[in-house]
């Protein structure tokens, strides 16, 4: 029996050739066909040179355990989510490695209505049965029949907005040459025949396996200067950037300022308050602040869950909350199957900018002076469980306030932490925010002693 080493904690990811191949890639699709026994699922693929051998692969492996595809071609993964909810299907598998680098790739797997599947929902099952070899012969094989799903998609995303209420906006749109491009063209047609004054400014937008632009992963610093120097080459009003698979967006302000993800969750959390006040608002540990005191002020509630996408689903569903938002720019949506979506955030981010008359820029700076944040910084350690521990000893005596959902929280009533084992890297990873009104201390001087500390 060969061990599986692709197999991780929310998806699968492998190096290709070694970790993931053709073969690899059928028994995954006979396993998840054999366990589930759905009676159709759809597959699509991102842009990465070696997802269509995989997805075929993936494909011959459902037919053989008699589940039929609908192949929605070349899709982001929350097309796939779209189709798993929208269609009568039950599941989906998006082929796709997102933003790792060129020589991976990888599937993010659903079931009925784009549930999860992850290591506690069945994963390890698909693994074990891959790994095995244990396939039941059956009787009819499955059919396979291609399906155009982004004429419906679209009409979905324009569910999110009022055309209406939009006043003339200059976006600047980096699909980093992954797989956004194509929605992005089909929203444009859409909003011309609408009469929605939008133009897009479109930059690195061919789709292209090759990435001439490296691999599109906005959170990299060093992968933001196109997307910034367009904003101000235009003089736009905002610029939107995506990741491989388009599960993420990052956006940039008129002056072409990244925006941490976490002053977006404020923002799209006051997009659906402002609408629908009450509602309940998901979000991860790691910075909570500005979410409560948006949440308060527009007098909805606010619920924690652990980070990671099947934890933050699964409270969004017990709690039937409108959104969930996670700081590494993850963004869920109720009326999106509980998914998460890289088109719906910016579309409801130029609706707030409409609504309100103000900037993108005014709409945050107020969250970013009141609780300034250290953006996430990861370091490799040697062993994370000890070096969580040695911090937790370090401000024992401070008697900070503890919170455990992930990870450690150690709240000091002017400033906070989190710290964090990264669930897909042999990573540990620091969230720092402080008040602004209670806070004589700069956030360099906290990111510096955690610094010392973590490394020293």
């Not at 549930?115 to 049965?129: C, N």
Request: net charge negative; proline share 4%.
């Amino acid at each position: 029996m060969t061990k599986l080493t692709c197999f991780k904690a929310y998806d699968i990811r492998g190096k290709l050739g070694t970790e993931l191949n053709t073969e690899i890639a059928y028994k995954i699709g006979r396993a998840y066909g054999q366990i589930y026994q759905p009676e159709t699922v759809v597959v699509g693929c991102d842009i990465r040179l070696s997802s269509e051998d995989l997805k075929q692969a993936t494909i011959r492996g459902l037919n053989d355990a008699g589940v039929n595809v609908l192949d929605l071609g070349m899709t982001g993964t929350e097309e796939v989510y779209f189709g798993a909810f929208h269609l009568d299907v039950q599941g989906g598998i998006e082929i796709t490695a997102s933003h790792n680098p060129m020589d991976y790739n990888g599937m993010k797997l659903v079931r009925e209505n784009a549930r999860p599947i992850s290591a506690d929902t069945g994963l390890k099952d698909i693994q074990a049965l891959a790994e095995s070899n244990q396939f039941i012969e059956t009787a009819t094989k499955g059919t396979v029949q291609t399906y155009n799903i982004l004429p419906e998609f679209i009409d979905h995303l324009m569910t999110y907005i009022d055309p209406a209420s939009l006043r003339p906006m200059k976006l600047v749109v980096n699909a980093g040459n992954g797989a956004a491009g194509h929605v992005i063209d089909a929203l444009e047609i859409k909003f011309k025949a609408l009469n929605i004054p939008v133009e897009f400014i479109k930059i690195h937008h061919e789709a292209d396996g090759n990435f001439p632009n490296g691999i599109p992963n906005p959170i990299l610093v060093e992968n933001r200067a196109s997307t910034r120097d367009a904003v101000i080459a235009h003089a736009a009003d905002m610029g939107i950037a995506w990741d491989g698979d388009f599960d993420r967006c990052f956006l940039f302000d008129e002056k072409g300022q990244f925006i941490e993800g976490y002053y977006i969750v404020g923002l799209l959390a006051q997009a659906f308050l402002l609408k629908q006040a009450g509602e309940k608002i998901v979000h991860d540990p790691r910075l909570v602040w500005n979410t409560f005191d948006v949440v308060d002020q527009y007098q909805g509630t606010a619920i924690q869950s652990k980070s990671g996408h099947a934890f933050i689903k699964d409270v969004m569903r017990e709690y039937n909350a409108v959104y969930g938002g996670e700081m590494s720019a993850h963004h869920y949506f109720r009326d999106f199957a509980y998914c998460d979506s890289g088109m719906i955030p910016w579309l409801l981010a130029i609706s707030v900018v409409s609504e309100t008359g103000k900037s993108l820029s005014s709409l945050v700076e107020e969250m970013i002076a009141k609780f300034p944040c250290s953006g996430e910084i990861n370091f490799k350690v040697e062993d994370t469980q000890a070096t969580i521990q040695k911090i937790f000893e370090h401000y024992a005596e401070q008697k900070p306030e503890i919170d455990q959902t992930d990870g450690v929280s150690l709240n000091f009533g002017t400033w906070r932490f989190n710290v964090r084992a990264s669930n897909t890297e042999p990573l540990l990873r620091l969230n720092i925010e402080s008040r602004r009104d209670q806070q004589p201390r700069p956030m360099q001087s906290y990111i510096d002693e955690l610094t010392q500390l973590i490394q020293g």
